[in-house]
Every structure is written in structure tokens, then in C-alpha cells.
């Protein structure tokens, strides 16, 4: 169930052995016992661990990088800024994590004394994660909750053991004690075991809506909390621009981000008539000219990809490409021709394939956009500041970027909406998820 194999190539290069029974029981009895760690170490002792931690992503970053472009096929450049990006995110909780874990002192108005909020930790929690970027959602997972004093129960990507085992072993090396992130190749009906097990506390999930959904029933039937990270179909609307060629080069930018693999990637491109055409001439050139030849993370993502292309242009769509699919190789493509009652309007194509939508104005603009099962991120390009920040109100999703792309930070919060999942990751949001929000009350 655990191998690596290249998708630039399509062979199986490692396997990984399944956890056993007795694997996954010694690992809930580890995470279980590191609860002791956590519930007496300082915030500043886990900082500590924290920020060394980040520091052996530099000094692991080519070996890391190397594994990621392995497994999944993300161009090497790329596969580095995910690295830093994930050390950025340790080092920001190492920083951080003091304050947000500080007492919170409470305006008493109902009678004498005092009271405070006190957050401590809740103990075992599971992580599920996915493959298109191995080191980032641990670290998004992993540092806030780790800050907090929570244990990690980690359950990679089948695709990932390699950056599953090289991240266990950095964990051990910056001198988390054993038990505090524990690494396990399960099924999912071992995860189904682990969720249901009285010691876990919580659930946090980045993945698919399938994926999601069925982790949310059975965390709902043991009462545990979840949050899920879930699909998107993020738009990216242009009401207006001075310039036209720098709007266009970030919406390749947004589009061909991971090869096009990223659930906050843009999508669905939706430019007002009057530099629509202009648009959809510059984009495709540009999209077409910039695609970097990366395969995507397997050939079976390749194939489901085309079968959605070709269902589009099936119901009406036009496909401007040039080249064609060789094995986990998909060459970049727009779909124009598309409206919003169509179905493959409403799926998420997850690689390097845009669908550009004509607005009339702006409310017809917020209407392409909201038209969507999905809610996770969103991109507003115009030069009229109060028709950002009006649109930005408007749009139904957990992110707006005005005016740029690739602004995501270790302290900005990440999540969505509707059928993109729900709760939040980074910034303060991600470490007050998963910790006992205590109200300690003195009255005399």
C-alpha cells in the first residue's frame, strides 16, 4: 500500500511495509504516554524543539526537496520553497506560541473576583495527509499543535512513506521525546480504529471531499472534533486592470502553482467582458509557454484529469492546448466556452487546466464566483479599491487575495467553506483548533 513511485517514470522505486495490528497499538500507546510531556513541559521548552526543528529542514532541504520531486513529481524549484515554507511555519509557532498560549483575563461584570481563560492541551491527535505538498501540511498540522502540548498520531499519503520517515527522523532529532509525532503506515480501517479509540482527541484531515466526509461520520459518531481541509475551485476575478500582462502573469502564476495540484490553486477565471478577450488571448499564450513539463503526482491523476477535460468540451467547451498527455505528463490547457450550468463548471480540475468564464459586471461576476460547491480561497483583481474590498465581502470563502497571488503566510489562516471543509490552519486560528479553552473562575 506504501511505495514510492516516480511519476516521471511511472516505476515503483520503494516499498513500504503496512502497519500491523500491534504497530498501531504501540503507537497509540506511545502518543498516549507523551501526553505526560505535554501536559508538564513550558511552551518555551516545546518552542525550543520547534524552532530546532525548522532549523533541520535547512539542513535536510536538498534531501527533502529531492524526495518530494520522487514521489510526487514537483519540479525541484518548487519542492525547495515547500521546505522553507514548512521551517518558516516552525519557526513562526516557536515564536508565537508563548503569546497565543498566554492566559486570557476575563471582564468579570456578573459579581466579585476574577477569571481567566487558560488553554492547555487535549492530548493524542491524528493527522491524515496528502501528497501534493508532504512537508507543508505536516508542518501545518503538526507545529501548532505540537506548541500546545498535543501528542501526533501521522498518517501520510500512501504515495509519501519516504517524506513520512525523513520527517519522523528530523522530529526525533530535534529532541521531541518519543510518542510526541508518531509516524504510522495505516489502512483505513486501522484509521477508522484509531479515531474510534477513547484516547484521541481529535481529527484534522486535508484531502478529498470523499476522504473528508467519511473521516467526519465516524469522528461524529465518537464525538471527536474534526477539521477538514477539503477541495476547491478557487476563482480568480478581473474587473478591471491598468495592466493587463501583469494581471495575466498571476493568474499563471495561481493556476500552475504544484503543477496545478494545489486545492487553493485559481481555477476558475472569470474576467469582465470588456478584457475578456484580450484575456483569454494573453493567458493561453502565456499558460501554454510557461508549463513546466512536471508530471503530475501519477498517472491515474492524469488520466482522471483528461477524462474531465474531455467531458468539458463534451457539453460545449473549447480546449486551447498544444501537445498531449504522455503517461503522468498533462500539457497545460483553458477550456473557454464554459457557463456555470454546465457540470464540469462546478468540478475541481486538479492540474494545469484553467476554465475562463465572461462577467458582464460585477454582481454577474460575484455570481460566477459563488456558483460553486466549493469555498476555500479566492483572487479579486481590479483597480478600484472600494470594488475590492466590496467584492471581497461578497465572495463566499474562507481566503480573499486582492490584488496578488502566492501571499499565503505562516501566520495567515487557511481554510474554507461549504464542501472545502471547515476550521482553520496557521496563524492564531491553527493552534486554538485543538486545545481545552479552560475557564478558571475566583471568587473570593
Given at each position: 500500500?506504501?511505495?514510492?513511485?516516480?511519476?516521471?517514470?511511472?516505476?515503483?522505486?520503494?516499498?513500504?511495509?503496512?502497519?500491523?495490528?500491534?504497530?498501531?497499538?504501540?503507537?497509540?500507546?506511545?502518543?498516549?504516554?507523551?501526553?505526560?510531556?505535554?501536559?508538564?513541559?513550558?511552551?518555551?521548552?516545546?518552542?525550543?524543539?520547534?524552532?530546532?526543528?525548522?532549523?533541520?529542514?535547512?539542513?535536510?532541504?536538498?534531501?527533502?526537496?529531492?524526495?518530494?520531486?520522487?514521489?510526487?513529481?514537483?519540479?525541484?524549484?518548487?519542492?525547495?520553497?515547500?521546505?522553507?515554507?514548512?521551517?518558516?511555519?516552525?519557526?513562526?509557532?516557536?515564536?508565537?506560541?508563548?503569546?497565543?498560549?498566554?492566559?486570557?483575563?476575563?471582564?468579570?461584570?456578573s459579581g466579585p473576583g476574577t477569571a481567566l481563560i487558560r488553554r492547555s492541551p487535549v492530548g493524542v491527535l491524528l493527522g491524515i495527509m496528502p501528497w501534493n505538498f508532504p512537508t507543508y501540511q505536516v508542518a501545518r498540522f503538526a507545529a501548532p499543535n505540537l506548541a500546545a502540548g498535543n501528542t501526533v498520531l501521522l498518517k501520510h499519503a500512501p504515495q509519501c512513506p519516504a517524506t513520512a520517515a525523513l520527517l519522523e527522523r528530523l522530529f526525533h532529532e530535534a529532541g521531541f521525546p518519543a510518542g510526541a509525532y508518531v509516524n504510522i503506515y495505516a489502512t483505513n480501517d486501522q484509521i477508522a480504529d484509531v479515531i474510534a479509540d477513547p484516547r484521541v482527541q481529535g481529527v484534522s484531515l486535508t484531502g478529498s471531499e470523499r476522504a473528508g466526509a467519511a473521516v467526519a461520520e465516524i469522528a461524529g459518531r465518537h464525538l471527536k472534533k474534526v477539521v477538514l481541509e477539503l477541495g476547491g475551485s478557487d476563482p480568480f476575478v478581473v474587473?478591471?486592470?491598468?495592466?493587463?500582462?501583469?494581471?495575466?502573469?498571476?493568474?499563471?502564476?495561481?493556476?500552475?502553482?504544484?503543477?496545478?495540484?494545489?486545492?487553493?490553486?485559481?481555477?476558475?477565471?472569470?474576467?469582465?467582458?470588456?478584457?475578456?478577450?484580450?484575456?483569454?488571448?494573453?493567458?493561453?499564450?502565456?499558460?501554454?509557454?510557461?508549463?513546466?513539463?512536471?508530471?503530475?503526482?501519477?498517472?491515474?491523476?492524469?488520466?482522471?484529469?483528461?477524462?474531465?477535460?474531455?467531458?468539458?468540451?463534451?457539453?460545449?467547451?473549447?480546449?486551447?492546448?498544444?501537445?498531449?498527455?504522455?503517461?503522468?505528463?498533462?500539457?497545460?490547457?483553458?477550456?473557454?466556452?464554459?457557463?456555470?450550468?454546465?457540470?464540469?463548471?462546478?468540478?475541481?480540475?486538479?492540474?494545469?487546466?484553467?476554465?475562463?468564464?465572461?462577467?458582464?459586471?460585477?454582481?454577474?461576476?460575484?455570481?460566477?464566483?459563488?456558483?460553486?460547491?466549493?469555498?476555500?480561497?479566492?483572487?479579486?483583481?481590479?483597480?478600484?479599491?472600494?470594488?475590492?474590498?466590496?467584492?471581497?465581502?461578497?465572495?463566499?470563502?474562507?481566503?480573499?487575495?486582492?490584488?496578488?497571488?502566492?501571499?499565503?503566510?505562516?501566520?495567515?489562516?487557511?481554510?474554507?467553506?461549504?464542501?472545502?471543509?471547515?476550521?482553520?490552519?496557521?496563524?492564531?486560528?491553527?493552534?486554538?483548533?485543538?486545545?481545552?479553552?479552560?475557564?478558571?473562575?475566583?471568587?473570593?
Amino acid at each position: 500500500m506504501y511505495a514510492v513511485t516516480d511519476p516521471a517514470t511511472g516505476q515503483v522505486t520503494e516499498v513500504y511495509p503496512t502497519a500491523t495490528a500491534a504497530d498501531i497499538a504501540a503507537a497509540l500507546d506511545t502518543a498516549h504516554a507523551a501526553t505526560a510531556w505535554g501536559r508538564t513541559s513550558s511552551v518555551a521548552d516545546r518552542a525550543a524543539l520547534l524552532r530546532r526543528l525548522g532549523d533541520l529542514h535547512g539542513t535536510h532541504r536538498a534531501e527533502l526537496a529531492a524526495t518530494i520531486v520522487r514521489e510526487m513529481g514537483k519540479p525541484l524549484e518548487e519542492a525547495e520553497g515547500e521546505v522553507d515554507f514548512s521551517a518558516d511555519i516552525y519557526r513562526y509557532y516557536a515564536d508565537h506560541a508563548q503569546g497565543f498560549l498566554a492566559d486570557e483575563p476575563l471582564d468579570v461584570t456578573s459579581g466579585p473576583g476574577t477569571a481567566l481563560i487558560r488553554r492547555s492541551p487535549v492530548g493524542v491527535l491524528l493527522g491524515i495527509m496528502p501528497w501534493n505538498f508532504p512537508t507543508y501540511q505536516v508542518a501545518r498540522f503538526a507545529a501548532p499543535n505540537l506548541a500546545a502540548g498535543n501528542t501526533v498520531l501521522l498518517k501520510h499519503a500512501p504515495q509519501c512513506p519516504a517524506t513520512a520517515a525523513l520527517l519522523e527522523r528530523l522530529f526525533h532529532e530535534a529532541g521531541f521525546p518519543a510518542g510526541a509525532y508518531v509516524n504510522i503506515y495505516a489502512t483505513n480501517d486501522q484509521i477508522a480504529d484509531v479515531i474510534a479509540d477513547p484516547r484521541v482527541q481529535g481529527v484534522s484531515l486535508t484531502g478529498s471531499e470523499r476522504a473528508g466526509a467519511a473521516v467526519a461520520e465516524i469522528a461524529g459518531r465518537h464525538l471527536k472534533k474534526v477539521v477538514l481541509e477539503l477541495g476547491g475551485s478557487d476563482p480568480f476575478v478581473v474587473l478591471s486592470a491598468d495592466d493587463l500582462d501583469s494581471v495575466v502573469e498571476a493568474a499563471v502564476a495561481a493556476r500552475l502553482d504544484n503543477t496545478g495540484q494545489a486545492c487553493n490553486a485559481a481555477k476558475r477565471f472569470i474576467v469582465h467582458t470588456t478584457l475578456h478577450d484580450a484575456f483569454v488571448e494573453k493567458f493561453t499564450a502565456r499558460l501554454l509557454a510557461a508549463q513546466t513539463g512536471a508530471p503530475l503526482s501519477s498517472e491515474a491523476a492524469a488520466e482522471t484529469l483528461g477524462r474531465q477535460v474531455d467531458e468539458a468540451v463534451a457539453q460545449g467547451a473549447t480546449l486551447h492546448t498544444e501537445g498531449r498527455r504522455e503517461g503522468a505528463r498533462f500539457p497545460a490547457g483553458v477550456l473557454t466556452g464554459l457557463t456555470t450550468d454546465l457540470p464540469a463548471a462546478r468540478q475541481e480540475l486538479f492540474g494545469p487546466v484553467a476554465m475562463v468564464f465572461p462577467a458582464t459586471d460585477e454582481d454577474d461576476a460575484v455570481r460566477i464566483a459563488n456558483d460553486t460547491p466549493y469555498g476555500l480561497g479566492s483572487y479579486v483583481f481590479t483597480t478600484d479599491a472600494d470594488q475590492a474590498r466590496r467584492v471581497a465581502d461578497r465572495i463566499e470563502a474562507g481566503m480573499v487575495f486582492i490584488n496578488g497571488v502566492g501571499a499565503e503566510g505562516a501566520e495567515l489562516p487557511f481554510g474554507g467553506i461549504k464542501r472545502s471543509g471547515f476550521g482553520r490552519e496557521l496563524g492564531r486560528p491553527g493552534i486554538e483548533e485543538f486545545v481545552n479553552k479552560k475557564l478558571i473562575r475566583t471568587v473570593a
